[in-house]
Nanobody, 124 residues
């Protein structure tokens, strides 16, 4: 069983920064590809960023490229999403997810385990 626990969300002004954390509890916590998704009000959930098992390869969606960075720390069994230059349109519930693959995954259907989600609100 894999459990994911997100933290670090909250309210921030436009232009500000937040770092989301996701701690992975599993028998082999660092063997999964990990992703961050978000669901904005009235919209479908979308991929924000994904990282492979060893952190050597990442993918960021076009809308966040250059502003957000996904990373992972094997010693802490954690995945992070550093969010800079936040915009009001980044307001959403952010989800951490794990896929039983070594390479990063861009398809939502590849992710098996999901966190409960954490709110990020960016005010203008």
């Amino acid at each position: 069983q894999v459990q994911l626990a997100e933290s670090g969300g909250g309210l921030v002004q436009a232009g500000g920064s937040l770092r989301l954390s996701c701690v992975v509890s599993a028998r082999a916590p660092n063997s999964y590809a990990m992703g961050w998704f978000r669901r904005a009000p009235g919209k479908e959930r979308e991929l924000v960023a994904t990282i492979n098992w060893d952190g050597g390869h990442t993918f960021h969606a076009d809308g966040v490229k250059g502003r957000f960075t996904i990373s992972r720390d094997h010693a802490k069994n954690a995945v992070y999403l550093q969010m800079n230059s936040l915009k009001p349109e980044d307001t959403a519930v952010y989800y951490c997810a794990a896929a039983p693959h070594t390479n990063y995954r861009t398809r939502e259907a590849d992710y098996v385990y999901w966190g409960q989600g954490i709110q990020v609100t960016v005010s203008s």
